[in-house]
């Protein structure tokens, strides 16, 4: 199984900052890789696929880079409702894996 | 819009069988574009995938190795849903378990069922 390995665990930064997570796979994924946001309650909702996709309705503040093992995911100026958890997951080869998730919180 | 419903019992007893359906409006199962997965979320195992059933002239599953030998994953498009039975769960097969389409990304997610394994 692809390992996919997220950092850091946990953030915490000020409303207009610029943010960054990282997921490295223990493999090339190329650009299979997805990134979800999940809030409290809630189901993972999917951010960016293919690596820098960005999906139909997800803010222009959301931003994904890379290829091969490592990706990132960069929230250009935070706002309060960005508050969640964020997951990668790969989709190069079964089974699906997904990052452990970044706790990130609004100061 | 592509939404999914998820239904079934949140309380199953060791050893029993868990089984869940997630209905789909707005696509269809039988779609050749997509695949449809069940996933769960527990505090100790984070996002797990278990499972997925697709279309592509002929039926296929693929399922996770963890689970392969008590899963099923079943299409139903006479009701365009489709289901999962886990056999002969224990306590660690408690968990929130998620359906959700896979089409370039997992999107949509059902809205999440906590199963909990308890006598």
């Known amino acids: 199984d692809i390992q996919m390995t997220q950092s850091p665990s946990s953030l915490s930064a000020s409303v207009g900052d610029r943010v960054t997570i990282t997921c490295r796979a223990s493999?090339?994924?190329?650009?299979?890789l997805s990134w979800y946001q999940q809030k409290p309650g809630e189901a993972p909702n999917l951010l960016i696929y293919g690596a820098s996709t960005l999906q139909s309705g997800v803010p222009s503040r959301f931003s994904g880079s890379g290829s091969g093992a490592d990706v990132t995911l960069t929230i250009s100026s935070l706002q309060p409702e960005d508050s969640a958890t964020y997951y990668c997951?790969?989709?190069?080869?079964?089974?699906?894996?997904f990052g452990q998730g970044t706790k990130l919180e609004i100061k | 819009q592509v939404q999914l419903q998820q239904s079934g019992p949140g309380l199953v007893k060791p050893s029993q069988t868990l089984s869940l359906t997630c209905a789909i409006s707005?696509?269809?199962?039988?779609?050749?574009?997509?695949?449809w997965n069940w996933i769960r979320q527990s505090p100790s195992r984070g996002l797990e995938w278990l499972g997925r059933t697709y279309y592509r002239s002929r039926w296929y599953n693929d399922y996770a190795v963890s689970v392969k030998s008590r899963i099923i994953i079943n299409p139903d498009t006479s009701k365009n849903q489709f289901s999962l039975q886990l056999n002969s769960v224990t306590p660690e097969d408690t968990a929130v378990y998620y359906c959700a389409r896979d089409f370039g990304g997992l999107k949509p997610w059902g809205q999440g069922t906590l199963v909990t394994v308890s006598s």
């Open positions: 707005g696509d269809s199962v039988s779609s050749t574009g997509a695949a």
């Open positions: 997951q790969q989709s190069y080869s079964l089974p699906y894996t």
């Open positions: 493999q090339s994924i190329s650009s299979y």
